[in-house]
């Protein structure tokens, strides 16, 4: 099997899309593997809520004070684990579940060190499960600081869900590119086209058509007669940011073919 596309609910792998059995052109060094994780779960179904709701409060109001930060742990100097101290408290670590981008970008221009390039959730930086202090923080990435945030849990029974290493923290940059999509050239060049399957065979072949295109019957007569309907438009993209974007492979690693001609 070769270029195997799932889209995640299929029962057996026969389900999924790809080219045919025994069509491929692939190496012994490109066979596909995974590892699997079983999870022995039981439910009482009594007693499990259909929608479970999670309280969020603001740490300035739960404190009424700024919190203060620090990164520790870091081979430079921007960048480490995430360590916070409140008053006259020891300084704790913050858990990693669901830390992002949005939060990073607000500690590392607490700490003075610019933007947030990486956001990391693991014990990479050091750092110990039973020391965190705060767990389920979101920031919308526009805060100041760390105390205009939200929270789950905070203090001594704090719950941090995920495995025992799922710890905070960043990765800063002083520069950084910012791309940001021309939304007018989008709305003025917007517009729908209906195309044959005999000219989308490079976008099926990315996977870039609905899922339905890929239920039709190729054996049909007419098959590559049948027609789409595509939302087409130009795109510009423009760098708001304050350094180049350099993409995350260099140009001589890019792969090639006749559908990006």
């Given at each position: 099997?070769?270029?195997?596309?799932?889209?995640?609910?299929?029962?057996?792998?026969?389900?999924?899309?790809?080219?045919?059995w025994g069509?491929?052109?692939c190496?012994?060094?490109?066979?596909a593997?995974?590892?699997?994780?079983?999870?022995?779960?039981?439910?009482?179904e009594?007693?499990?809520?259909?929608?479970?709701?999670?309280?969020?409060?603001?740490?300035?109001?739960?404190?009424?004070?700024?919190?203060?930060?620090?990164?520790?742990?870091?081979?430079?100097?921007?960048?480490?684990?995430v360590?916070?101290?409140?008053?006259?408290s020891?300084?704790?670590?913050?858990?990693?579940d669901?830390?992002?981008?949005?939060?990073?970008?607000?500690?590392?221009?607490?700490v003075?060190?610019?933007?947030?390039?990486?956001?990391?959730?693991?014990?990479?930086?050091?750092?110990?499960?039973?020391?965190?202090?705060?767990?389920?923080?979101?920031?919308?990435?526009?805060?100041?600081?760390?105390?205009s945030?939200?929270?789950?849990?905070?203090?001594?029974?704090?719950?941090?869900?995920?495995?025992e290493?799922?710890?905070?923290?960043?990765?800063?940059?002083?520069?950084?590119?910012?791309?940001?999509?021309?939304?007018?050239?989008?709305?003025?060049?917007?517009?729908?086209?209906?195309?044959?399957?005999?000219?989308?065979?490079?976008?099926?072949?990315e996977?870039?058509?609905a899922?339905?295109?890929?239920?039709?019957?190729?054996?049909?007569?007419?098959?590559?007669?049948?027609?789409?309907?595509?939302?087409?438009?130009?795109?510009?993209?423009g760098?708001?940011?304050?350094?180049?974007?350099?993409?995350?492979?260099?140009?001589?690693?890019?792969?090639?073919?006749?559908?990006?001609?």
């Amino acid at each position: 099997m070769d270029n195997l596309y799932c889209e995640g609910h299929e029962k057996r792998l026969q389900d999924c899309r790809f080219d045919g059995w025994g069509i491929h052109d692939c190496s012994a060094s490109e066979a596909a593997g995974v590892t699997c994780e079983s999870k022995n779960v039981t439910r009482l179904e009594s007693f499990v809520a259909k929608k479970s709701v999670v309280v969020r409060s603001a740490l300035k109001v739960e404190k009424d004070k700024n919190i203060e930060v620090r990164l520790v742990g870091g081979r430079y100097p921007n960048e480490g684990r995430v360590e916070v101290k409140v008053g006259k408290s020891d300084w704790g670590l913050v858990c990693g579940d669901g830390w992002s981008l949005l939060e990073a970008n607000v500690i590392c221009q607490q700490v003075g060190k610019g933007y947030g390039q990486a956001a990391v959730q693991s014990s990479y930086f050091g750092g110990h499960h039973k020391n965190i202090s705060i767990s389920g923080i979101k920031c919308t990435g526009r805060e100041s600081n760390l105390s205009s945030c939200s929270y789950v849990s905070f203090g001594d029974n704090v719950t941090c869900p995920g495995p025992e290493d799922n710890i905070a923290g960043v990765i800063c940059a002083t520069e950084l590119p910012d791309l940001v999509p021309d939304e007018i050239e989008i709305e003025r060049s917007a517009y729908l086209e209906d195309r044959q399957l005999l000219f989308l065979q490079c976008a099926m072949e990315e996977n870039c058509l609905a899922s339905e295109a890929y239920k039709l019957d190729k054996n049909d007569y007419g098959y590559l007669y049948e027609q789409r309907r595509l939302l087409r438009f130009t795109a510009r993209i423009g760098n708001v940011g304050t350094t180049d974007f350099r993409p995350f492979l260099p140009k001589n690693a890019w792969q090639w073919h006749m559908c990006h001609l």
